[in-house]
């Protein structure tokens, strides 16, 4: 009975910490969206897209301390979104040619198809969000924990949302804020934000 109550407590303890954090996982404000979008403009996002972004940060690729190449330089939209803390589940192979496809379904769905090849070998329906700043918003396991109570835990908060380029490329903003705390004190927090860009293949 115990060993349940300290298990809720921890639990407990972890969950008011991620909410308190939530705000950690912001978008820069100073971030123009390109291309606001409205609900009857929604399916401009609509299309074909390669796999592999353009660049790994279209925003911050000239800063001069930017860590963000070395840790999201291999990452695709299929990583990105598959939201796997642990590992990763889709190992490209060079000898194929990887895309996806972007549908919408409603104000609050989207549907991602991935393609190797060009067959269809995956597909997921995301909730999603169109808000005010014109951006569409995913949610997609926002904050996941990965924790062992009592002795450590992580939070993992990622906030993503896409709008397009006037010249038809997709964005895709993400933050990403991760806590980690041992015995309920914090060890260790880092704060990700970057901005991808997609082209367009149809």
């Known amino acids: 009975m115990k060993k349940t109550l300290r298990n809720i407590t921890a639990f407990n303890v972890i969950l008011i910490l991620a909410v308190f954090f939530h705000s950690c996982a912001s978008f820069d404000k100073e971030l123009i969206n390109p291309n606001p979008l409205k ?4 399916n401009e996002l609509n299309g074909k897209y390669g796999i592999v972004h353009n660049e790994f940060d279209s925003i911050h690729i000239d800063k001069e301390h930017n860590y963000n190449r070395q840790i999201w330089n291999s990452n695709n939209f299929f990583t990105e979104i598959d939201r796997k803390l642990i590992k990763d589940t889709l190992k490209i192979d060079t000898l194929n040619t990887y895309s996806f496809n972007l549908r919408v379904l409603s104000p609050k769905k989207l549907k991602v198809e991935y393609l190797e090849n060009g067959k269809i070998f995956r597909e ?3 909730k999603t ?5 014109g951006y569409l918003y995913l949610r997609n396991k926002n904050t996941q924990f990965m924790l062992i109570p009592i002795i450590a835990g992580t939070i993992d908060i990622k906030k993503t949302r896409l709008t397009k380029t006037e010249k038809g490329t997709l964005v895709f903003d993400v933050a990403n804020f991760r806590y980690f705390a041992a015995l309920i004190f914090i060890g260790d927090t880092r704060t990700w934000k970057y901005r991808q860009e997609y082209e367009q293949i149809e």
């Open 124 to 126: 997921r329906i995301l």
């Open 129 to 133: 969000k169109l808000k005010r700043d």
């Open 39 to 42: 609900k009857e403009s929604l």
